[in-house]
């Protein structure tokens, strides 16, 4: 999906950050849709970020379950890898069965403290553009 894409069925798009413009890579935020980021990237949506509790993946993981949580809903599909800030946190991460696309739960050590989901490797970016 575009950013005309995203407008033209009704979505207030607000732009937070441009690295040249949309089409190389921006962040960007749904204006009343609590702290839900978009990550665009060649002018497409390639990752859709929360950090709030009030989402949740179709199989039920959401912002504050324990890392033991996203363990049993997704078993041996899930990959650990240590945080890049946080030497107690880890990604958590789901990979498709393609390979083209994965969800991320970022934790503290304990509990997910955000969740993306998109495109890879957009949503394997620790800084957003980067």
Do not use: W
Not at 121 to 128: M, N, T
């Amino acid at each position: 999906m575009t950013l005309q894409d995203a407008k033209r069925v009704g979505l207030e798009i607000a732009v937070i950050e441009q690295f040249s413009d949309l089409e190389t890579c921006g962040l960007a935020r749904v204006v009343g849709g609590d702290d839900i980021l978009l990550l665009f990237e060649d002018n497409r949506i390639a990752r859709i970020e929360s950090h709030r509790d009030r989402f949740s993946t179709f199989s039920g993981a959401k912002v504050g379950d324990s890392e033991a949580r996203i363990s049993e809903i997704y078993g041996a599909r899930l990959k650990v890898e240590p945080h890049q800030y946080d030497p107690d946190g880890h990604y958590l991460i789901v990979t498709s069965s393609d390979g083209k696309s994965a969800m991320v739960f970022e934790t503290d050590g304990n509990r997910v403290t955000d969740m993306r989901a998109g495109l890879l490797p957009a949503v394997r970016y620790v800084e957003h553009c980067l």
